[in-house]
C-alpha cells in the first residue's frame, strides 16, 4: 500500500534554505481475533498484523531545490554598484549636487550576482541625515523596501540568481541639503544568506 501527500509552502515563505522537517508516525488499528474454540478453524494471521514500534516513527528532512553546486549550500558573489545619472561630476570625480536646483535625486542601482543562488538578498542604504528617502522608481516596484532613521532596506530577490541583475532607481529629497555642507556620505551594503 502507498500513500502519497502533496505539502504546499505558505506564499510568503522567505526561508527555502532549511529543510523542513517532517515526523510519520503510524499505528495498527486495534482489531482483535476471536476467542479460541478447539477444534474450529484458526483465523487467517494475514488479517491480524504485527507493528514493529522501533520503526513505527520515521523522521525525515527534506530539502528545497536549490541550484547550489553538488551540496546544498548555496556560496553567492553578490556586487553593488551605483551612481546618479542626473548630476555632473567635479573636477576630482564627485558628484555635484547644486543646492535648490531639484526636488529630487535619482541614485541609480545595479546588485548583481555572479556566483550560486543568493537567497534572502537585501540591499542597505545608509543615508547622511540631510537625505531623506521618498521610494524606488518604477523599476523597483517590485522591490520591498522599509526605513528605520537613515538606514533604509530593500528586499531584493529570494533568489537573486546566478547572472542575474536587479536595477532600479532610489529616490531621495536633498531638501535639508545646505550649501555649507561640503559633503555626503552615501554607503550601500548588500547582504544574503548564502
Known amino acids: 500500500m502507498s500513500l502519497w501527500f502533496k505539502f504546499f509552502t505558505q506564499h510568503n515563505n ?5 529543510a523542513i522537517q517532517f515526523r510519520l508516525t503510524y499505528r495498527l488499528r ?7 474454540i478447539p477444534g474450529f478453524p484458526l483465523p487467517d494471521i494475514n488479517t491480524y498484523p504485527i507493528l514493529d514500534e522501533a520503526t ?16 546544498t549550500e548555496c556560496l553567492s558573489n553578490l556586487n553593488v554598484n551605483a551612481s546618479f545619472d542626473s548630476l555632473e561630476r567635479g573636477t576630482f570625480g564627485d558628484y555635484v549636487l547644486r543646492v535648490g536646483q ?14 550560486e543562488e543568493a537567497h534572502e538578498t537585501i540591499l542597505f542604504e545608509i543615508l547622511p541625515p540631510s537625505l531623506f528617502y521618498i521610494g524606488l ?8 523596501c522599509s526605513q528605520s532613521k537613515n538606514i533604509v532596506a530593500c528586499a ?9 541583475q536587479a536595477k ?19 554607503s550601500l551594503l548588500v547582504n544574503t544568506v548564502t
Open 168 to 186: 532600479f532607481g532610489i529616490r531621495l529629497d536633498p531638501k535639508n541639503v545646505h550649501s555649507t555642507m561640503q559633503k555626503l556620505n552615501i
Open 137 to 144: 522608481d518604477e523599476r523597483g516596484k517590485q522591490y520591498a
Open 30 to 36: 486495534k482489531v482483535l481475533p476471536p476467542i479460541m
Open 14 to 18: 522567505l526561508d527555502f534554505l532549511s
Open 102 to 115: 531639484t526636488e529630487d535625486i535619482k541614485l541609480e542601482v545595479v546588485v548583481g550576482n555572479s556566483d
Open 56 to 71: 513505527a516513527e520515521i523522521f525525515l528532512a527534506v530539502n528545497f531545490l536549490k541550484n547550489c553546486a553538488h551540496d
Open 156 to 164: 531584493i530577490a529570494n533568489p537573486l540568481h546566478s547572472g542575474e
